[in-house]
Every structure is written in C-alpha cells, then in structure tokens.
C-alpha cells in the first residue's frame, strides 16, 4: 500500500467543479408549488427584503438592526479568495425567503392540510403521541412543526424554533446570539446574519442530561431557493446534550431506528429500509395533485392498514403460480400496482446484518437533587444470559420509584423465578435481591434495589408495558444471543395454543405485547430467525385496555419457533407438512396480498419519497418503488451558522450528517465556546453538494477545556469538499483532537483545512491531529493546508497526515478471493474510514456505510 | 491454437500447455507444459528469480502477466485465461499469497464471510448458515492452525506477524475449500510446527474433498513435511526436472546447481 506524507500544496487550483452534474434520472420529478406559499421574497437581495423578512416575522428592533448590519457587512465583504471555487454563486438568482405557511404552528392542528399530509407520511404525528422524544422538522425556512417530550420540558430544556425562542425567550437569545460567530466573522456568515430564518435553539439547565439525540430535518423544496438557518445551543454548567441534523437536500431525511415499520409510523426514523434490506436515506419527498384510481393493498400477515398507491407506483413482488399453491420458486420482480393480483407475493427485506459488541457502555445518571445528576459510565456484558434477561424484563419487568428493578410471575413459575434471579447474580454479581409475594393474585416478584440496574433498563429496554422497546444495537446482535431475548420474552409473554376444530387442530405459537414498537422489533427479530410471523392488532378501548399486539407464529415457523424456545412440536400435523403461506429467504419475507381496492379520486395530494440508491423503501412492511424525483437544475445555496455555548463541566456532541445534491454551495460556519472542563465534539460528515467549505471550530477558553472535531467527506465528479478544523485553545491544561478523514473519487477534490491556534497563556495543552486521504483513482485530488500558531513552548502537538491509494496489490488481493472489482473498492473505502464511523450512534454508521457503498458503486478507477 | 490432448483433458484439474509469460516486454516463464491430476501433491522447487511467484501470480490472474497468444491453460475443462481473478477464485481457484496484503479496517471476519458466500453461493447447501455459526468455525479452524481466534475480529492483516499473515492464508483456504490450492512460500515465516500443522491441514483437505495442492518454495527442506506426489524444478522460468521424492534426494545432495546447467540447454 503506497503511503506517503502529503506534502501542503500552497497554490490550489480551481477544478472544473459542477460542469458535469451526474446524469439525473430525475426530469419527471414533482415539487411542491411555491405559488401558496404566505410569502415569497423577490430573488435578489436587498435592504427592502431584508426588512420584510424581519417585518414578516414580527421580529424585535435589535433583530432588525441585526439584520441590516449584517447586511452591510455582507455587501463590504469580498468572497473568499481561497478554498473552494465560488464562482458559480449568483446571489441574484436566490430567493432568499419562503414561507409556507401564515402563521408558525403551534400544535398539528394548525398545520395547513397540504403540509399537514406531507408530515403525516413522514409519521411526524406519531411525535405528538409522544413516541418521540423531539422533532423540529423545517419546510423551507420555516419551521411549521415541532414537539418537545414533555419531561425535558419539566427539567427546563428549550428546543424551539428560533423565532419561537426569540419571541419566548427574547433576552437568553439576545445574551448569545451573534456573540461567537459576529457578521464580520466572513461573507457567508454575514449573509446568514441578514437572511437566517428557522434552525433551532437549545438551552440545556444546569445539570440536566439529554439522552436522547435532539434531531432535525431540512428540506429545500424550491429551486434557487437559499437554506439560512440559525442554531444557538446553550449547555449550561455540567449539563450534556447530544444534537444531531441531518440534512437532506430538497428531501427530508427519515431514518428508522428500528427496523421495519409503516410509513405512517416512522417518526424517530433516521433510514428507511430499502429493497435490498439496506438502510437507505431519503432525498425527496413529493407531493402532486392526482386523478384516477388509487389502489389500496392489504397484506396478509399484516394490520390492515394498507398501501395506497397510485396506479403507476411499483411494488416489489413475486407473481404468484398457483392459486392454491405456495410458490417453488421466488424471483423478485418491480411491477405496477395496477397490475397486481390477490394472492401474489409482496416482498419485505430482511436486515441480516450481524453486529455484535462483547459488552455495551452506558451513561446513567446518578444521584439527585440538590447537587444534580453526575453521568456515571457502566460497562455491561452483553452475553447470551444478558440477552435472556432482558427478554424476561421485556415481558414482565418493571420499575418503581427509580430505584427498583422488579419481575413479577406467578408464583407457579418458579424455574422462571429461579432462572432470573440466577441470570441477575450471573451477570452483575452482588446485587440486593429480594422475592417478594403477593397472596391476592398468587404474585411472585423478584425484586432488586438497585438504582443503576433500574437505570439502565428504563434506557435500554422502556419503562411501562406500552413502551418497551428493544435498544438499537441489540437490533443486529448475534443471532444465538437475539434467540436468548426471543427465549426470555416468549416465556413471559408468550404461550402455545392448540385448539381443537371441527376439522382438526389449529396450533400456533402467540406472542402478545402492548408496545407497538416492541411488536415490529420482534418481528423483525423472528424473521432474522427465519420465523414468520402474523401480526393482529387488538383494539380493547371498549374494555378500558390498551391495544394489544400479537404475534403469531405458525405452520413451518411455529416448528422452527417450538425448537428456538425448546418446546419442539411435531413437524407435522394431520399427517401433513406444517405450512404458512409465508415464505423466507436470505434477502426478503414474502407474503401474499389479502386484497386490493380501488378508488377513482380526484385531486387528491399523493405523496412520494426519493430514497437514496435503492430508491425504494418499506411502505406498510412491503417494498416499494419510488416514482420520480425533483430535479433543480439551477443551484441553491445552504449557509447556515451555528453557535455553542459549552459551559463549565458541561458536554455537547453536534452532529451532521450531509449529503446534498450535485447542485448545492454548503457554507456553514459552525463554532462552540467551551468553558473550564467542558466538552465539545463535533461529527461532521460531508457528501453531495458541489462545494463544501466547513470548519467547525472550538475555542477552549476555560482550564482543561476539550474539544474534538470528527471530520469525514467523500467528493465524486465536480464535487469540491474543502473542510477542517479550527482549535483555539487560550486556556491551560486543553486539549484538542482533530481527526480528518477524506475519500476522492471519479476526479474529486477533497482538502483539509485546519487551524490550531494555542495562546500564550495555554501552557500544558495538547493538541493532535490526523488526516488520512484516500484516493481512489489517478484522476481524484486531495491537499492538506495546515496552519500552526502556537505561543507558548509548554505544549504537545501533533500533526499526522497520510494520503493512501487503493493499491491495485490490495485489489487484487480481495479479487483472488472470489471477489467482484467493485466489491473490493468498498470494502478498501469503508474500511478506511472504519474507525470514525464507529464512533457514530450505531444508525447513522450503517447509513454511513451504505452511503459510501452507493457512492462507490461503478467507480471502476 | 494448439488443442490439447484428450487424454490430459480428462485426467487434468489443470493443465498448462505450451504457457510463456511475459510482464511487459520481458518473458518470465518459457513453454510451460505440466498437468496437475485432481487431488494430487505437487511441489515446484526452484532458487529465487526463477519464476515461480510468477507462475502462481499468472495462474490466480494477476492482470500484469499476460501468456503468450499460443499458451494454453485449462481449469477443470474451462479456458482459465479467459477468466478474471475473482471468476478463477469463484471457479474454486486459490492463491495463498506470499506477501498477503494489509486492508486497514476491514475486519478478518466479514471479509471472510463475504468471500465464504460468494464461493458457496447456494445458501441451502452453504455448511455454515449465518456469520455467528461462521465465526465459531472460523475459530474452531484458527486454534487448529495454533492462530489467535482473536485476530478474525481486527482489520486484515492490521499489525499481524509475518507468521500470523502465513496461518491466515492456510486458514481462509480451509475456508474456501478449493479445488486448487496454490501455495506461494508459505514456509517463509512459518516455524516447523506451523509447517506441520498446514502440512496436516493440507492433507486433510486433499483427503475430505480432493484438493489438488501445488505448493511453491524454495526451500527443498521443509518439502519432506509435505510428502508431494511430484516434484518438479524450475529455473530461469523453464521447466528443468520432474519426479518424484527421489528427485529431491538429488536436490539435497547437489543444490539447484546441478540444473543450472539443464536450463541453458533446454533454451
């Protein structure tokens, strides 16, 4: 492997950047008409545009002013004369404001029908049940729907749109608004400073710890239209929050965390699942005005919600060869809805991948009150016996007053009672167990005091019965460790039922739970097992219960199933060969349709996702095609800013992932201060857009001060990707890690560009960083432009850089084991970045490797 | 072209007819003539720069040896030239490397999952069903072959020893289960026991599934551990001598020496 130090290229020049857009497939696309939108600001800008923007949002005179003066300093500042060619911008073109909507919503009552139906197929109402933790999801430039989990409302943490922050929390913004990143800071960020609208704003209490990522969607649905939005984070005094963006171009990204869902559930979702059972990320969603027939598919197997389809829409199904006959053979083909049958085959993709971790760190909080929570990290195990508790604790675990951690049986279970209690002593040793009994209803329960136990499973597994849930990386566990779960929930909450007919026996295994999300994760669980499943969905209002959720595993499954919880059942029944009319293979679970309506409608708004790659995904557990995709041909312009306040002992972890489209400038100025003993972390990933130049910053300006910059870009054809890092360290005792990773490609460009400044009175810090460069073809280009400033002798820096070449030794190396050119390209390439993306929450890393697969696929060099 | 003879089209798993190989303008290998019956031992014996690298590099198709327009190679009945690298490890050909090469961040055990189902396509018959049931037999093999279980979970060949690397290559080839196995100086940087246990690995898959081995070294010494059905020599990229064990007695006794001589006359 030819691995030599790059040595800084101090004359850049501009490549051919954005002559040659990929060939788009995307003519046919659809967009949502801007003609009703409130407010469209004349492209071009102005003072008279600015101050209707200000006007629109009725916005407070030291805002205005802001404003203007940021104006200004725009039109004073000349364009960057180093980094990434700039020349294509015509800031003529843009339009600098949209505003869907009259009036910023408060609740989804007040979204517009129009909006409304495009969230409700992005799931966004599932929020407001409060299955998610937090939303700000932003249409154009403006936020129209957000929602915040009431808890962290109870421990004072503010996640609002900026205007809502300005107009409920006026002086708190005014305290640090423009305090980090001033209009004079550079051209882009003077442009933002005169233009922002939405992004979002977050203010984190002394001591209150965020688990759950803060998460937001962008989608720029216009062409020439600009995305200036403005994010303020404060963490205040040992308080952490982890918030992540993502965003989309033109689409917004929705990722499901947790397998296989209907579209109308997938809310906390990041990826939906494709075709090809890969996590893929959604460029576009498209909304048009439709008239004709419009299908609705029920699925066998499945809660009759339905698919509807217009009549060009694709499914991904296997035709069915005889009627009363389950198929041999399952080729899988995209067919029109129009054009299918009852009883055909609808395909839903297996995840298969394996990732299996020896133990899992948490981060709980410990202790109350007065002197606030302490984050304490708590390695556990993550053993087969683990896997079985957790199984027990889904089905009859609970915990009462934070600190105890109980399972209630019956008492007539007592080798599940044993089996607990020994599981428990196994795997954490020592703990205070107790058995405690309740006469009234024969009640055993295996009690144990223990407030980090109770912590860690309210985290990991859900706290009351409807919401429990499986953590995301027991999702792609080994699957001797997942049948363990499977073992310890279905002994809590499942049974075998044989029943006596008129024609025979009808056996199947059930398994029941109340949480919705628990249903789907197990099911997706089975279905790695190969065990198909049926779900039926209970509604039990009328007795004053909660829906149930059952799943049912019968014919071949429930033999397989019978085995996997060591109570074998005969393989056959009345003679015969157990059967479902299900079928399973490596890639997909294939179930038959129930039915097909159909419906002449007219204007009717239909809705469609551009997924990436596949571009397909899971609709109503089946997979589906996307129809067409926008396409902008002219280029729209994303400059965000954002600033973060770390305070003392405080931590926030920010996190990006981008991948544009071919035609989009991303300049975004991004900075944090961080005070004594803080914490920043930036993740920065970078892909798509035409030119990035982005260097996320810290200035560590209290002792002992941390800061990390995780920075990862991958360019293709005409595509510039010119980031880095600033570290400015003026306290003693900071330090600072900066670690770079790019990909070049299909003559792409990829530069680092970092700053380390550490300050006279910054003795004893540290800096290190590393950029490792990979280039994929002779005709990709990568440079490193490091700068140094350092004052004070007392200090540890570091500074590695590697550029590496897909070796053609490597190549075919990978090739002699059988092998494909392409295969071994992104294996190289995602094994390169590896060890940075390891270091994402476990979603965003398989998206990022599905990513950089799709990106690297055809890119023979 | 020249068709091969019946019969060694038959009694054949490989067959080089006529094979001269060149890399750019300069010719390695000169008129080649061997076959290599299924489930035999073969050793080609020869002192440094005499083509054999080249020979196994050629034969797993390495782009940058070209054979000569009326060289003749067949694979099991099949044009071997024909084929690309990954096609010939598919069609259950199998180089184990003298040099395995470093993959930063690609884990051992998922490029060796990948490379299992890609070799045994059919996941019915596919022995090992998922990649938990694959990483157990991985580690079964690896404590076989006195390899740390723990390196299938770190990056390919990331901060392996040379040793280490050696082992690796025997064990994905007991993996792959091919039908040819060539083995490039796997002796270097392995100790005698290790020789011993690949020799018994090697055996044993001669014997299981019939295996045709063709093991390139230098080193006569180490080729006793081996017992090979035939021993030839190659000089100077020509084919010098062919035997049996017997012809390594005169190896031992004479040193390559003795053929130098041989292979000015044959060219």
């Avoid at chain 1, 556990?380 to 600190?403: C, K, N, Q, W």
């Amino acid at each position: 492997m030819s691995r030599f130090i790059a040595k800084p290229d101090l004359q850049p020049t501009a490549v051919a950047a954005g002559k040659k857009l990929l060939a788009n497939d995307y003519q046919f696309g659809f967009s949502y008409p801007t003609a009703n939108y409130a407010f469209v600001a004349q492209p071009g800008l102005s003072q008279q545009v600015v101050e209707q923007i200000s006007e629109f949002k009725t916005e407070p005179a030291w805002l205005r002013a802001s404003r203007l003066q940021a104006l200004t300093e725009f039109e004073r500042k000349l364009m960057p004369a180093w980094g990434a060619d700039l020349s294509g911008i015509d800031f003529k073109s843009f339009h600098y404001y949209l505003r869907p909507t009259d009036v910023v919503a408060k609740t989804w009552q007040d979204v517009p029908a129009d909006v409304k139906k495009t969230f409700d197929r992005l799931g966004i109402p599932e929020a407001e049940r409060g299955v998610l933790a937090g939303v700000k999801a932003q249409y154009d430039s403006e936020v129209v729907y957000g929602s915040l989990k009431k808890t962290w409302a109870d421990d004072g943490v503010i996640f609002l749109s900026m205007d809502e922050a300005i107009k409920q929390h006026p002086d708190l913004v005014r305290e640090y608004f423009g305090k980090l990143i001033s209009h004079q800071d550079n051209k882009f960020a003077a442009l933002n400073g005169a233009v922002w609208s939405g992004g979002s704003f977050v203010y984190v209490p002394k001591g209150v710890h965020v688990k759950m990522p803060l998460q937001t969607y962008f989608r720029i649905n216009s062409a020439n239209a600009g995305q200036f939005e403005r994010t303020l984070i404060i963490v205040d005094e040992g308080a952490s929050v982890h918030y992540v963006e993502g965003c989309f171009t033109a689409g917004t990204l929705i990722t499901t965390r947790v397998g296989i869902k209907p579209i109308e559930q997938v809310t906390e979702a990041d990826l939906v699942l494709s075709h090809t059972g890969s996590w893929r990320a959604i460029n576009q969603t498209q909304v048009r005005s439709y008239d004709g027939k419009l299908y609705t598919v029920t699925v066998t197997g499945q809660p009759s919600v339905g698919i509807q389809a217009t009549v060009e829409h694709p499914f991904l199904v296997v035709r069915r060869k005889y009627l009363n006959e389950r198929n041999q053979i399952w080729s899988t083909a995209w067919q029109p809805v129009s054009s299918l049958k009852p009883k055909d085959y609808v395909c839903s993709p297996i995840d298969r991948t394996v990732n299996d971790f020896e133990t899992q760190n948490i981060e709980i909080p410990m202790g109350r009150g007065r002197h606030g929570f302490k984050l304490e990290t708590v390695t556990v195990p993550t053993t087969a016996d683990f896997f079985r508790l957790a199984g027990f604790y889904l089905a009859e675990g609970s915990i009462s007053d934070e600190h105890y951690l109980s399972f209630s049986f019956n008492e007539a279970e007592r080798d599940y009672i044993e089996d607990v209690k020994n599981l428990i002593q196994k795997i954490f040793g020592k703990v205070s167990l107790a058995e405690s009994h309740h006469l009234k209803n024969h009640g055993t329960s295996v009690v144990v005091s223990s407030t980090k136990l109770a912590r860690i499973f309210k985290i990991w597994f859900g706290a009351g019965c409807d919401h429990k849930q499986i953590p995301e990386w027991m999702l792609q566990a080994d699957l001797a460790k997942q049948a363990q779960l499977i073992l310890g929930w279905y002994w809590g909450d499942g049974s075998f039922y044989s029943k006596q007919l008129k024609h025979g026996f009808k056996e199947m295994f059930r398994l029941c739970t109340t949480s919705e999300k628990l249903a789907w994760q197990m099911r997706q669980l089975l279905l790695r097992q190969d065990i198909a499943t049926s779900m039926n969905v209970r509604s039990r209002r009328h007795e004053g219960r909660r829906t149930m959720f059952t799943l049912v595993v019968g014919g071949e499954a429930a033999v397989k199933f019978g085995d996997l919880v060591g109570q074998p059942i005969k393989a056959t029944l009345h003679y015969k060969k157990r059967a479902t009319a299900f079928y399973i293979d490596d890639k997909y679970f294939y179930a038959p349709i129930k039915s097909i309506e159909i419906d002449t409608v007219k204007n009717v708004p239909v809705y469609n996702f551009s997924v990436q790659t596949d571009e397909s995904y899971v609709a109503g557990g089946v997979a589906v095609h996307n129809c067409t995709a926008p396409n902008f041909s002219a280029s729209s312009l994303h400059s965000a800013v954002v600033e973060i306040f770390v305070k003392a002992g405080a931590r926030c972890q920010y996190t990006t992932i981008q991948n544009w489209y071919q035609n989009v400038y991303n300049l975004v100025t991004k900075r944090a201060c961080v005070e004594r003993e803080g914490e920043m972390i930036w993740t920065d990933f970078n892909m798509g857009s035409k030119v990035t130049m982005k260097y996320p910053g810290f200035i560590l300006a209290g002792e002992g001060a941390k800061g990390e910059v995780l920075s990862m870009a991958l360019a293709g054809a005409g595509q510039h990707q010119d980031t880095g890092a600033k570290a400015v360290h003026l306290a003693p005792h900071t330090s600072s890690t900066i670690i770079s990773k790019s990909i070049s490609k299909a003559g792409g460009r990829t530069s680092y560009r970092g700053l380390v400044h550490i300050g006279p009175k910054a003795h004893h810090s540290k800096n290190t960083v590393v950029c490792d460069a990979l280039l994929v073809d002779d005709l990709s280009r990568t440079d490193t432009y490091p700068v140094e400033k350092i004052f004070t002798n007392l200090v540890e820096v570091q500074h590695e850089a590697t550029v590496s070449k897909i070796g053609d030794d490597q190549l075919f190396y990978l090739m002699s084991r059988g092998l494909d050119e392409t295969t071994a390209r992104k294996l190289i390439v995602n094994g390169f970045v590896a060890d940075l993306v390891r270091k994402l929450p476990l979603e965003y890393a398989v998206e990022m490797n599905r990513l950089i697969d799709m990106e690297m696929e055809g890119s023979v060099g | 072209m020249k068709l091969s003879s019946p019969t060694q089209g038959i009694s054949s798993l490989l067959s080089l007819q006529h094979l001269t190989v060149k890399v750019g303008e300069k010719t390695i290998l000169h008129d080649l003539s061997m076959d290599f019956a299924p489930g035999s031992f073969h050793v080609i014996l020869g002192p440094n720069g005499s083509g054999k690298s080249t020979l196994a590099s050629f034969l797993a198709g390495h782009p940058d040896y070209v054979a000569a327009t009326d060289s003749q190679v067949t694979f099991g009945g099949q044009n071997l030239l024909s084929l690309s690298a990954d096609q010939r490890s598919r069609a259950g050909l199998f180089l184990a490397f003298q040099q395995p090469v470093m993959v930063p961040g690609l884990r051992v055990l998922n490029f060796l999952w990948l490379t299992y189902q890609r070799r045994f396509s059919d996941a019915a018959t596919r022995p090992q069903k998922t990649i938990v049931a694959f990483r157990d037999y991985l580690k079964t093999l690896a404590v076989d072959l006195d390899l740390k279980p723990e390196l299938i979970d770190r990056g390919l060949h990331e901060g392996f020893s040379g040793g280490e690397k050696k082992r690796l290559e025997v064990l994905q080839l007991m993996v792959l289960q091919p039908k040819l196995a060539i083995l490039d100086e796997i002796d270097s940087g392995l100790d005698v026991d290790a020789l011993k246990l690949t020799a018994a690995a090697l055996h044993r898959l001669q014997n299981e599934i019939g295996t045709t081995i063709l093991l390139i070294t230098h080193h006569q010494q180490i080729v006793r551990t081996f017992k090979p059905d035939q021993v030839r020599v190659l000089i100077q990229g020509k084919l010098v001598a062919s035997g049996d064990m017997n012809l390594l007695e005169q190896i031992e006794a004479e040193g390559f020496n003795s053929f130098k001589t041989l292979a000015t006359e044959v060219s």
